[in-house]
């Protein structure tokens, strides 16, 4: 964090192992029941009294199924995990999956806390947030008066920096904004003031801003309780900000495991140097790109799209959303510009006024000079060709009833590309071909792919098209970051092979400085500032940037960029 | 020409609609299911040959004769007809959406053909063969299993019918006893098993296909039409089926067909709810949004692109109106205002409280079978719900997504 920088993680001191420590993994084992091959196959790791500690690791590495194991509320359908799992600290040391249910109730939520991934669905909403706090307490501190109770899950409300919190403690959770969720969740976690803290994903979900409020939050308060944390996250970003030290998970083995300095400056293992090689900020920057700045493919003017909202028996009205208010902007051929901004701030909507599938409602677009507004309906079916979109879900941007070849060669017989079904076929395979897909991609149905597979098969779509824009909306944002880190480099070399022109949209600053010429900063559905991307992340001009440049976890950070450049 | 016919390459992906069949039919409920509608419907398809007053093949001094063929009516040969169509069509090559439309066609030939040409004798004296061969009259003689039409009534010895299921020993045998008219319960169940089946077929296929076309298009159109759609639903909501169809049979009558028509004008709303729900989901997937910008036409985003991927929750509805359809007939006909002559699993059960006394037999066995059918609808449509539905997956592949990570 540039304004406010954390307290350093190599000068804080860790007590040595053996008894201060709050909890041992020992050999811990994780399988399906009736599946020989292991989920999580003999993870060892402790943690300190007091320690962040950092679970690394990309999707269906087994990290949150370590979490829920020591939790014990694993699902039904896996077997009994084996192994040992020590909790120490107050009391005498107990191994957790020797332990029955009731013993084990009565320690989740009293002696471990554990925060979810998704704010939006862990609070109950039919109760308010105070009575969700108090719950907690009642259960696990049954000795406490009524009134004790109520002032010390406002006291909770206080601590994790609710803004109003009196207030809010009568509140429902669907008043509360998921950051503000997620801070009743950590209230919820610390009510009872366990000793070890478990956080899945805490600040996924979250934009970036909130993300480095709620991290230095947890961090202040595990220095306040001298409580120990362990942190799931797939963020090496994140980690160098906060954990003192940091395991590696990889197909539900431990690779690597050390202090949080140690392994992102010297990785020893293969797959921990390519997860940090993989971060935007430490791929191989692209061979620049002549863009034609004279040729002006697109030019948007005080683009405005506001939703009406209805209100009474005859759905009049009464105001409107806002969701992209005078936006302008204009694209040169080959160019590529980043949208940037947190969620809500009307990026995809601007993505898709651009496109017309939401129709705006004031302002203009011009693609060579042509307004698009007064296009017809067969025009603008011509036109589509030109513009193409890439969404962010791989998981529901193709159509599961359709092989890929339909997919791809359905739009080019719309447009009339290519002479017969033979001939498509042949230019879907070299598209296919582009993207680093194979030739038997065709034959197949989406669910048989990866999501970064069907990404690049989204990818193909548009291109098939032979586009002179595209839009990537979020294309990375639900992969892994070494498939992020493939996408980025197709996109890339695509680009200076077809001289495309991306609007790129994301919120992940790192990808907007790896491939972006110039970026668009929005804010509550107005610009906020544009200019090349190397002069806005050196030198932004608005307030709201800064704050968001200031907010990006980076591994670079820890210890300055060329050692981790590594 | 080129490598991308070759077959090997083309067979190794399963479609959508395959994997969901396969889905379905890993649950053993419906495999049972299924196995009994399909009995069911060999039943329906088979019933002269199985139930018949007339001998199947007998020979006189004049040589080989079939009285059954000779009584044949149209309806039945359109049955038998189809069937054949059907297997031939499953053993040609072709897309299986195209096969089916060949079916229909072929059924709608054949219909119109039997219905010109086929007209058995009206006058029906089923004794003649019992008492031909009582007399020694034919060489040989092939009887159906149960030799009894569903309409021969109390002509066997002039007794007073309502007879229970007899023991063994006697050479005029029914299994499942007689009605008060004196008609085999056994044969009258068998030749109902057409009515329900296609009642419920038939009146769910009107139903759906009003559904699909209103509800696709408050979908995709929303705004003004969807609220006119949704009033027009909530109209047809409101009118209670069965005193409807009570008053159009006052009015015009007992007919199957008025029947089918009632039932399927009045069910039809259910479905266009659910189509609705499904494009206005639909049309903000993605997939959706990038055919619309790939400028792909209405028809194809619509019939390709939406259609398809709404149809599984409809045909788990459309599986509990086949059920609901036959219950509907058999309380009509259970109320005595089903079908006059007609053999119907309700007009049975109408008749074992009818007597002063209680007739087990005319209750447990029709009642047995509507139970069962309408179970099997039910356990088929469960089926088909979870194996559509992602978060109901069944087996390791559910706990092995949800899981990892």
């Known amino acids: ?566 | 020409m080129t490598e991308w016919t070759e077959p090997a390459e083309r067979v190794s992906s399963p479609t959508f609609s395959r994997r969901i069949l396969s889905e379905v039919l890993l649950r053993w409920g419906a495999r049972l299911g299924l196995a009994w509608i399909g009995l069911l419907t060999l039943i329906a398809v088979f019933a002269p040959l199985l139930a018949n007053s007339h001998p199947l093949l007998l020979r006189t001094a004049e040589g080989w004769s079939s009285p059954m063929l000779r009584f044949l009516g149209p309806a039945d040969a359109t049955l038998l007809g189809a069937f054949a169509l059907a297997v031939l069509l499953r053993l040609l090559p072709g897309r299986p959406l195209a096969r089916f439309l060949g079916w229909l066609a072929g059924l709608g030939i054949l219909a119109a053909v039997s219905f010109a040409l086929i007209s058995p004798p009206s006058l029906v004296v089923f004794e003649q063969y019992r008492e031909a061969q009582a007399e020694g009259a034919y060489l040989q003689v092939i009887r159906a299993p149960i030799p009894y039409s569903a309409k021969d009534y109390l002509r066997d010895f002039a007794n007073t019918g309502l007879e229970p299921p007899r023991g063994s020993g006697d050479d005029r045998r029914h299994w499942f006893g007689t009605d008060e008219n004196g008609a085999d319960v056994l044969s009258r169940m068998i030749h109902a098993t057409r009515i329900a089946l296609s009642i419920g077929f038939i009146a769910t296929g009107i139903a759906l296909m009003i559904g699909i076309v209103l509800g696709g298009l408050m979908g995709y159109f929303s705004g003004i039409v969807d609220m006119l759609g949704m009033r027009l639903v909530e109209i047809f909501e409101a009118i209670p089926t069965l005193f409807l169809l009570l008053t159009f049979v006052a009015f015009f009558g007992r007919s199957l067909y008025l029947m089918m028509l009632i039932i399927g004008l009045t069910s039809w709303s259910g479905y266009a709810r659910y189509v609705r729900a499904e494009f206005l989901r639909l049309r903000q997937q993605d997939f959706v949004q990038g055919a619309i910008a790939s400028g792909l036409s209405l028809r194809s985003i619509l019939f390709r692109h939406m259609l398809p991927n709404g149809m599984a929750p409809i045909l788990v509805a459309a599986s509990f109106g086949v059920a609901s359809a036959i219950l509907a007939e058999a309380t009509l006909s259970f109320l005595g205002l089903g079908l006059v002559d007609d053999p119907s699993w309700g007009q049975t059960l109408n008749q074992a409280v009818q007597s002063s006394t209680f007739n087990w037999w005319l209750a447990a066995f029709p009642g047995g079978a509507i139970f069962l059918t309408v179970f099997a609808y039910n356990l088929i449509g469960e089926a088909l719900r979870d194996a559509v539905d992602p978060h109901a997956q069944s087996g390791k592949a559910a706990v092995a997504t949800k899981g990892a990570d």
């Open chain 1, 1 to 566: 964090m540039r304004s406010t920088p954390m307290p350093s993680r190599e000068k804080r001191l860790w007590q040595p192992r053996g008894p201060t420590d709050m909890l041992d993994v020992k050999d811990l084992t994780i399988r399906l029941t009736h599946q020989a091959e292991p989920l999580v196959q003999g993870v060892s790791f402790s943690i300190a009294r007091g320690e962040m500690f950092c679970l690394v690791g990309e999707s269906g590495s087994g990290k949150s199924l370590t979490a829920l194991a020591v939790m014990g509320i694993l699902d039904r359908g896996f077997e009994a995990p084996t192994g040992e799992v020590w909790l120490q600290g107050r009391g005498t040391p107990q191994n957790l999956l020797t332990l029955d249910e009731p013993a084990l109730a009565g320690i989740r939520g009293d002696r471990i806390g554990m925060i979810f991934q998704e704010p939006m669905t862990s609070l109950n909403p039919v109760f308010t947030v105070g009575e969700q706090i108090m719950e907690v307490l009642r259960l696990h501190r049954p000795e406490l008066e009524a009134k004790e109770v109520a002032a010390r899950a406002l006291e909770a409300l206080v601590e994790v920096q609710l803004p109003s919190p009196a207030q809010r403690f009568h509140d429902f959770p669907h008043k509360l904004s998921g950051g503000q969720r997620q801070r009743v969740m950590i209230a919820m976690a610390l009510v009872a003031e366990p000793e070890l803290l478990i956080a899945d994903e805490p600040t996924t979900a979250l934009d970036v801003t909130i993300q480095a409020e709620i991290l230095r939050l947890i961090d202040r308060l595990r220095e306040k309780n001298g409580m120990s944390v362990l942190l799931i996250t797939h963020d090496f970003g994140v980690v160098a900000q906060v954990g003192d030290r940091v395991a590696v998970m990889h197909r539900g083995k431990l690779v690597e495991q050390g202090s949080t300095g140690v392994v992102v400056h010297t990785p020893q293992h293969a797959y921990t140097r390519q997860l940090i090689r993989a971060l935007p900020e430490n791929l191989p920057p692209l061979p620049p790109v002549p863009v034609h700045d004279q040729v002006k493919l697109l030019e948007v003017d005080r683009l405005q799209v506001h939703f009406p909202v209805l209100k009474g028996l005859l759905r009049r009205p009464v105001d409107f959303i806002r969701a992209v208010e005078d936006v302008s902007f204009d694209l040169a051929a080959g160019e590529v510009l980043a949208v940037v901004g947190e969620s809500g701030c009307g990026k995809t909507t601007l993505g898709r006024a651009l496109l017309r599938l939401i129709e705006p409602t004031g302002g203009s677009v011009r693609y060579h000079g042509q307004a698009m507004e007064t296009l017809g309906r067969k025009e603008l079916r011509r036109l589509r060709r030109r513009l193409q979109v890439v969404f962010q879900d791989p998981a529901s941007s193709l159509n599961p009833r359709l092989t890929v070849q339909t997919t791809l060669t359905e739009p080019m017989a719309a447009h009339g590309i290519g002479a017969d079904d033979e001939e498509r076929i042949a230019l879907a395979r070299a598209v296919l071909e582009q993207v680093a897909m194979p030739a038997d991609t065709l034959w197949r149905y989406p669910h048989e792919f990866s999501g970064g597979q069907r990404q690049r098969i989204g990818i193909a779509r548009a291109l098939v098209l032979d586009p002179d824009v595209i839009i990537c909306d979020e294309v990375t944002s639900a992969l892994d970051v070494s498939v992020q880190a493939e996408i980025l480099q197709i996109l890339g070399r695509l680009r200076a092979e077809r001289q495309l022109a991306l609007i790129f949209i994301t919120h992940n600053m790192g990808v907007v400085e790896y491939l972006s010429d110039r970026m668009l900063v929005m804010k509550a559905g107005r610009m906020e500032e544009l200019g090349r991307t190397r002069d806005v992340i050196a030198r932004p001009q608005a307030d709201y940037t800064r704050r968001l440049l200031d907010a990006v976890p980076r591994v670079s950070d820890h210890v300055g960029r060329h050692a981790a450049a590594n």
